[in-house]
Structure formats: C-alpha cells, structure tokens
C-alpha cells in the first residue's frame, strides 16, 4: 500500500537499499570527469581512475592500455556490484533485479544472430556480449536459420521465452528482419517489466512506471527516425511502439505518419517534458539527440534517490553506472584517437 513501505520495507530489504546508496556515492563526479577529459594517454586515464572505485580492477594491467580493457574492467565493478545485490535478494526484489538484465540479453540475442548472419567468429561476438545478458545456451544462436528455430532450439529455456510468441515467423534471418525482433522483444519486455512494477504498487510502482515510461517514449522516437526511408510501413512501425507512456495512444498516431525528423519535432512538441529535450537541439543536428535523451534520463535516475523504501534506486543505480562506462568509452577512444577537441561531445555528467 502506497505510503506503507516504511513500516516493513527494512526487514527485508533495508540493508540492499543502503549498500545500493552507498554504491551511488562512488559514482565519478564532474570534477572527476574535468580532470579525465585532460588526460593526454590512456595510462593517464588509467592512472586517475586507480584513485576512484575502479581502482582494484585497473591497478594491475599493463601498458599500453586500450580502450576496451578500461572499458571491461569498469563492467566487471559493475558485475560483480550487481551480482552481489541478487546474492542477497529475497523475493520480490531478486525478480526485480532478474528484469533489469533482460535488455541485455535482448541486445546479446541480436548480437549473436547478425554476427551469424555475416559470417563473424562466435568466440569472437561472445567476447563482446554484455556479461549481465548471458545465459547457459547463448553461443548455440549461431545455427539457427529463422525465427522459429531460434524460439525452439535456445530461448524456449530462457526467461525471453514469453516475449517472442509476437516474433515467430519462418523467415529467414536478414538485417531488417533482426532489427524488427529486436525491437518486438523490447516492446515486450518494457510491458511485462511495466505491469511488474505496477503489481509491486506503491513508490516502487510511481517512479519506475515514470522511467520505464520514458524509456518507451524514446525508443518509440528513435524507431521513427530510424525507420524515415526504409521500407517498414505505418502499420508495422506502430506495432513497434510500447502500449503505454506519455506518447501513448495519441503521441504513437503521429509518429506513424512522420516522415521526416522535422515532423517528430513538431509531434514531440506538443508534451512539455519532450518540448524542452528538442529545444536544445537545432533543426538538422538529429544526431545530438542521443545525448539530450541521456541528459534527461541522468536527470530522472538521480531524482529517483530523493525517495525512501522503493526498488527504483537499483534499476537507477544500474542505469547511472552504464552511463558512466558510456562516458569513460567515449573519453578514452578520444584519447587515443588524438580527438580531444571533441571530447566534451557525447559525456553526460551525472553529478
């Protein structure tokens, strides 16, 4: 019951909430990101970061550093900080953990399959999935031809099983095809992680319903403006919208019918929280965009740590460190592409 938490939130999970908080008080600060972005190498990089909670998983590496070891090193704190968590967790709250993984097991699935599709090493795209998307049988989606073969042979036994009976069809396997799945298993999984949270009630139920929300409103806008000039037609890019947030129904009836960026300003305008994400951007800088839609989510993430006795602070706290692992990549490739002017680009400060 709204309003109740307080009185057994704690008994169960109350020592969760304070590692989480406590988790949250590591996160670099913009000071922090002042002094990385006038690094001159990467060991520079690695250098300042061994002062901050990276510091155990960096110490050791050699010279020369890459980018992609900082930016192993930072999941695994991740990792390690998230599995930590789920060890503890009693129900409701390790199911509510388990969901917020389920998005990168969707981006594993697609990485696999088009990795397939263009003939790549397995080992090799195994290398690059994210460790929180992993499951037993993920290195068998390489044999699978169409859709169908891949519910039967590999998802059936994982926890995505519920979300493709919307994407099953023999067609064989193609880019196009693959972004369609991809974003049928994420409209999915946003519902299903939706109603979750609403059955879980309270100030869990407010603010997650608030940030899933926006979650589905920006996918619903980069699914229109990724799909200007492709073959996909109003109808199958409504299905492709999530069924709830601001936009929705009305928002999603205009979206449809965009055909140019221009047109999903004018559509976006129209809902005062978006108003103000576009008003940033100039006409014909879409690809800033990005940035503006990670700057309001920072923004909201961080807002959600202003309330008590809720399971929001570990999908924020999970949410903000990707962020920074996002902004540590971009900083250190930078770096060592000697782009330094360009470096304040794509870095969001959380803090």
Known sequence: MYGWEMLS???????????????RSGLLTAADYNNLCQCETLDDIKMHLTATEYGPYLQNEPSPLHTTTIVEKCTLKLVDEYKHMLCQATEPLSTFLQYITYGHMIDNVVLIVTGTLHERDVNELLEKCHPLGMFDSIASLAVAQNMRELYRLVLVDTPLAPYFSECITSEDLDDMNIEIMRNTLYKAYLEDFYKFCQKLGGATAEIMC??????????????????????????????????????????????????????????????????????????????????????????????????????????????????????????????????????????????
């Open 210 to 351: 608030d940030l899933l929300s926006f979650e589905a409103d920006r996918r619903a806008v980069n699914i229109t403006i990724n799909s200007i000039g492709t073959e996909l037609t109003r109808d199958d890019r409504r299905k492709l919208y999530s069924n709830f947030g601001l936009l929705y129904p009305y928002g999603h009836e205009e979206l449809a019918v965009c055909e140019d960026v221009d047109q999903v300003r004018g559509a976006m305008e129209k809902y005062p929280p978006y108003q103000s994400i576009f008003s940033r951007i100039s006409y014909g800088e879409s690809q800033m965009l990005d940035k503006a839609f990670y700057e309001e989510e920072v923004k909201r993430l961080c807002l959600s740590f202003e309330q008590q006795f809720h399971y929001a602070v570990f999908f924020a706290y999970i949410r903000l460190r990707e962020q920074e692992i996002r902004n540590l990549m971009w900083i250190s490739e930078c770096v060592a592409q000697n782009q330094k002017s360009r470096v304040h680009d794509s870095v969001v400060f959380i803090f």
């Open 9 to 23: 939130f704690n008994i169960h999970d109350g020592f969760l909430e304070a590692i989480v908080r406590g988790n």
